[in-house]
């Protein structure tokens, strides 16, 4: 068996790193507005509106009102491993930013078209810069930023292949601001789709951000989760509140007659971000193993708050994956927390049972 020919150990050239390292930050339109939301509340965002042709896969634009990025940052913004969020491991140990790698931006122009309008409130202008030409020029704009992706993967065919129909790729698209959506209701959020209104969800936190009023933002957020989710959701769920050790469990479950025969209801926080994590979809499950039968699925949106040198938040480019220094600890806090709010209103029902 011959060996396969020698070949010489050569660097890649920067752009084949970006669009290879870009594979697993962007799989679809859906990553890219997921991170372009993410970017824009870290800018202080009070209103996000994302816009898209063709599922996204055409064109994605994001805009907001944040702080936006100074003209002479424009171009370091684009850059892969550049970042105002973090400068030290230490910063990253605790990092309560939704970004920190300081990659999105460059993954996603590695395999787009991409441009970024931002104006800061320093700026009596806004500045336009094309990420291809790298041409800077200025451009009407109020504060804030804009950043337009037009053509995804037109560079990279084999992924382009692995899109679906655009309705798909425009439901995934929603989905991804409805998981902004759902734990920021200080943030008015609107997502058009070839020029219609398809989502629009208003603030329902009035005023400045009262993050230090629990109570309002609870209000707050149990209107918003009616408006995301349906009134529905919100009538047939019973209150999470509990804090067991270093875990803060809060939101709202729905009670088993609400459960539904697929898991498209079931939304996890950690710290203000979305997470997928089996330690917390095992603990729901089992808090619930006795109410509900066959393979009817709760619902719930749950937000736990832990203190974030105990969470790794840097396991995957997407950071919708995260680990747990104490994994068990979280699994009990979840299931006691479930659990209790489940028996409170059977319990209140047999207090009022007349006899
Ligand atoms: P990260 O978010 O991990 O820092 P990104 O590639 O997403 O990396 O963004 C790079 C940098 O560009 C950010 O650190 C931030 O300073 C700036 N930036 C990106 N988007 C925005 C935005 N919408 N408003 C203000 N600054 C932004
Ligand atoms: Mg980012």
């Avoid at 424009?74 to 300081?102: C, N, P, W, Y």
């Avoid at 200025?138 to 337009?148: I, L």
């Avoid at 070839?194 to 009262?210: I, N, S």
Wanted: overall charge neutral; glycine content about 8%; some cysteine.
């Amino acid at each position: 068996q011959p060996f396969p020919p020698r070949r010489a150990i050569h660097d890649l050239p920067d752009e084949l790193i970006s669009q290879i390292a870009a594979g697993e930050v962007v799989e679809r339109p859906a990553s890219a507005v997921r991170e372009l939301v993410d970017n824009a509340l870290d800018a202080g965002a009070r209103q996000v509106t994302v816009r898209l042709l063709a599922g996204g896969v055409r064109l994605i634009t994001v805009e907001d009102d944040g702080a936006g990025i100074a003209r002479g940052e424009l171009q370091a913004a684009l850059r892969r491993h550049a970042t105002s969020k973090i400068a030290s491991l230490h910063d990253l140990e605790s990092v309560l930013t939704m970004g920190f790698r300081g990659e999105a931006l460059a993954a996603i122009a590695s395999v787009s078209e991409l441009s970024l309008l931002s104006r800061t409130p320093e700026q009596d202008s806004g500045w336009l810069l094309d990420a291809r030409s790298g041409e800077l020029r200025p451009a009407a704009r109020a504060r804030g930023t804009t950043v337009e992706v037009r053509e995804l993967f037109f560079s990279t065919p084999a992924r382009r292949k692995f899109l679906k129909t655009d309705a798909t790729e425009l439901a995934h698209c929603v989905q991804a601001v409805r998981r902004h959506a759902l734990v920021r209701p200080d943030v008015g959020f609107a997502v058009w789709h070839e020029g219609k209104l398809v989502e629009q969800w208003r603030p329902t936190l009035a005023g400045g951000l009262a993050t230090d009023d629990v109570h309002a933002w609870r209000d707050a957020l149990a209107r918003r989760l009616a408006d995301v989710l349906g009134e529905d959701f919100i009538a047939n769920a019973v209150a999470v509140q509990r804090h067991v050790g270093g875990v803060r469990v809060t939101g709202w479950a729905g009670v088993p007659d609400a459960a539904r025969s697929r898991a498209d209801q079931q939304y996890s926080y950690v710290n203000g971000r979305f997470v997928r994590d089996r330690v917390l979809a095992h603990a729901a499950r089992s808090a619930y193993e006795d109410v509900l039968h066959g393979q009817r699925q709760p619902v719930y949106a749950l937000y736990l708050e832990i203190d974030p040198q105990r969470v790794d938040v840097n396991v995957h480019p997407t950071k919708i994956e995260v680990r747990f220094r104490d994994g068990r600890e979280v699994h009990q806090a979840v299931r006691h927390a479930l659990e209790d709010a489940l028996a409170a209103p059977r319990a209140q029902a047999l207090a009022e049972a007349p006899g």
